[in-house]
């Protein structure tokens, strides 16, 4: 499956900005999606998770109650709203796209199959 993100930008802190990611070449409903942001010269870091049908999400600490992740499979995307942006949410944005049977969702990124290329979000004090 192809992915690719967009949205990212530049925003001051306390802002909002939504991301997109778009997948083609599969089936969409057969993939876990999760978003995840890498600063460089650090890891991979876990922001989002959702499940195949939509019916379960899963957030890292710092972001959640500011961040949500959605899909429609309908249109092969899946989103991610943040909100109360902060200058240390700062990085490149990736989603990623994992082949699965169950309805779980996935934080380790190792586990996914599919990347997209990024999009950066960059957030001012």
């Known amino acids: 499956v192809q992915l690719q993100a967009s949205g990212g930008g530049l925003v001051q802190a306390g802002g909002s900005l939504r991301l997109s990611c778009a997948a083609s070449?599969?089936?969409?409903?057969?993939?876990?999606m999760g978003w995840f942001r890498q600063a460089p010269g650090k890891e991979r870091e876990f922001v989002a998770a959702i499940s195949r049908n939509g019916g379960s999400t899963r957030y890292a600490d710092s972001v959640k109650g500011r961040f949500t992740i959605s899909r429609d499979n309908a249109k092969n995307t899946v989103t991610l709203q943040m909100n109360s942006l902060k200058p240390e949410d700062s990085d490149v944005y990736h989603c990623a796209a994992k082949f699965t049977f169950s309805s779980g969702t996935y934080s380790g990124w190792n586990t996914y199959d599919y990347w997209g290329q990024g999009t950066q979000v960059t957030v001012s004090s």
């Open positions: 070449g599969r089936t969409f409903s057969n993939y876990a």
